[in-house]
């Protein structure tokens, strides 16, 4: 987990408010895992403070590596302005990564918006590990923001396995990304994997549970420091909210939230609370 | 070469820079962007008695020039703290860095009971009190804005402990060198000062607060202006040692700090923007000392032309 400079490569405006930045470091791109993230530095050191930001790591491929943001904020939108050649302040891989399927399991990769990077980075990690039956189902509001599908756009163009969804129906399948998946069907043993709003990931982890299909979800929470330090970004433990109260007698009151930076950001998605009260999105 | 190191009552540091509690864990967090061995000090993330489960999030929101946090002091509680944290502390001890453990609770009590748990604990030189904490018996007043309570659980403290107590003040107080004083008539060995500013942040458009809580505490560089300020009033107040804190990033700013009366420093919100940050405000010292033939550190506390 190493603090370290990256030099932009290339910083991309995908339109409606996405970007694409790419990065060349060595030292971050050598041992990355499907689901890990990098917080990145908004700002040169002599400013005014501001916290990091955490991204997923869509893609590495030699010393190069890439994540997608969307335009949000103070940070993000100062992340548009980062031209090619500065170096930044960038702290990672962090986090943990997804499960691999068993070798008979169908890979089910179920992406929204600026949640889709962690679902390229694992099918990437499929291809490698040479376990080919897996399906994508991809998700975006509508035209206004198909950069989000470029990862796998740059990658499987013209593949099957990957199903795009807009929610106007203006590209592919017309409908949020469940209902793609279900459009499709589920059949043989499958384990699925998602990043996106809460909401999605709440229909995703309900369709799971529904079809005893294992599922894990990558989620996003307010982070500060990403290492465990600052423990900002938790997310609750679904044994402790929904146990009784001999269950919850059984556990320390310190595992009611997790950190997602440290135990996460990939959880099983029966084990965590899919709820952030409204406060992101 | 400028010798760093600096005396905080029986306790000696081989350079003034330490950690903040609550910025960096119980010290493998922070391992993998700084070199835990620069470090003259280190203060844990505070311990109760038994584990906290903290706030609901969001917990933290950043502010200009700042953060605010609510995290509500989540904790693994002593025993476990014994158990799986003290081995990572006896590395750093090792390494020549000092330890400090911040104890909070919510009844004077509580406080004498981590202080007494924590005794015969070799990897630990010192304890540094939360007293930003609500005293559930005083109707979740904190103790720290009562210079009665204060005295009270640093007197329980040092009573239940053989090691140095410290104790961090809040700033969320009239007078804050009379609450210095009171502490170290108490039995305080060293003063941090200061902890977080109460404040609060809104999404205007939700009319509701960024933070689950409500509000929440203030760090980052917009506090240093009022943390320089209380350090030089609670050092000009007291006879024991200050360490001063609230917004160092710099050299340059903990240089001021220790200027203003302050033996140590800690560095705490600049962590989670750079978490080198300490290391690099160890190395800027020993420059700027060196190029004005300071001998030792220790010369230019509480050097203030006031």
Avoid at chain 1, 69 to 79: E, N
Avoid at chain 1, 204 to 227: F, I, K, L, W, Y
């Amino acid at each position: 987990m190493p603090d370290s400079r990256s030099t932009v490569l290339e910083n991309r405006d995908l339109g409606g408010g996405v970007w694409l930045l790419r990065f060349r470091d060595p030292t971050i791109a050598d041992d990355v895992g499907p689901g890990q993230f990098v917080m990145i530095a908004c700002s040169p050191p002599y400013e005014p403070l501001l916290l990091r930001r955490p991204f997923s790591i869509q893609r590495v491929e030699g010393d190069v590596y890439e994540v997608l943001y969307r335009d949000v904020g103070k940070g993000t939108h100062r992340m548009t302005k980062m031209q090619v050649g500065d170096e930044v302040q960038v702290l990672g891989p962090l986090g943990n990564s997804f499960t691999m399927p068993r070798p008979d399991e169908t890979a089910v990769l179920l992406g929204g918006g600026v949640g889709i990077p962690p679902m390229v980075a694992l099918a990437d990690a499929l291809e490698a590990a040479g376990h080919t039956r897996w399906a994508a189902y991809v998700g975006v509001s509508g035209i206004v923001d198909e950069g989000c599908f470029v990862g796998f756009d740059e990658r499987w163009p013209n593949d099957d396995r990957v199903r795009r969804a807009t929610m106007d129906g203006s590209i592919g399948f017309e409908g949020h990304v469940v209902a793609a998946w279900l459009d499709r069907g589920i059949t043989g043993p499958t384990r699925a994997y998602a990043c996106g709003p809460m909401v999605m990931l709440r229909a995703v982890a309900d369709t799971a549970g529904t079809h005893d299909v294992p599922c894990e979800v990558s989620v996003e929470t307010m982070m500060g420091c990403g290492v465990g330090a600052c423990m900002s970004c938790v997310i609750e433990n679904r044994a402790y909210r929904d146990g009784d109260e001999a269950a919850r007698k059984s556990m320390s009151p310190y595992d009611r939230w997790l950190l997602a930076c440290r135990k996460g950001p990939v959880f099983p998605s029966d084990r965590i609370v899919l709820d952030d009260g409204g406060f992101l999105h | 070469m400028t010798d760093l190191s600096v005396r905080i009552g029986d306790v000696v540091a081989k350079n003034p820079v330490m950690l903040a509690s609550g910025t960096a864990g119980y010290g493998p967090e922070l391992s993998g962007g700084l070199d835990m061995s620069r470090l003259g000090g280190f203060v844990t993330k505070g311990i109760a008695v038994h584990p906290w489960e903290g706030n609901a999030p969001p917990r933290i929101a950043e502010t200009p020039g700042g953060m605010l946090n609510a995290i509500g002091l989540q904790n693994v509680g002593l025993e476990a703290f014994l158990e799986d944290k003290v081995p990572y502390l006896n590395r750093m001890r090792t390494a020549d860095t000092v330890v400090a453990v911040n104890v909070i609770g919510k009844t004077v009590q509580e406080y004498h009971d981590v202080a007494k748990g924590l005794r015969g604990c070799d990897a630990i030189d010192a304890l540094e009190l939360n007293i930003s904490c609500p005293n559930i018996k005083e109707g979740g007043i904190a103790f720290g804005t009562d210079c009665v309570a204060a005295a009270e659980v640093t007197a329980a403290t040092v009573e239940g402990s053989d090691k140095p107590v410290w104790v961090k003040l809040s700033p969320n107080v009239a007078d804050i060198a009379s609450m210095g004083v009171a502490v170290e008539e108490a039995g305080a060995a060293a003063l941090s000062v200061i902890n977080t500013l109460l404040g609060m942040a809104i999404d205007l458009e939700k009319r509701r607060p960024l933070l689950s809580l409500g509000w929440g505490g203030l760090s980052g560089p917009a506090i240093k202006p009022v943390a320089l300020r209380m350090t030089w009033q609670v050092s000009q107040a007291c006879s024991i040692p200050v360490l001063g804190m609230g917004g160092i990033r710099s050299a340059k700013d903990a240089l001021e700090f220790m200027v203003c009366g302050a033996t140590a420093v800690q560095i705490g919100t600049a962590n989670f923007a750079n978490p080198n940050t300490a290391a690099e405000v160890v190395d800027g010292m020993t420059t700027w000392c060196d190029e004005r033939g300071i001998e030792r550190i220790s010369e230019i506390v509480g050097t203030l032309n006031a």
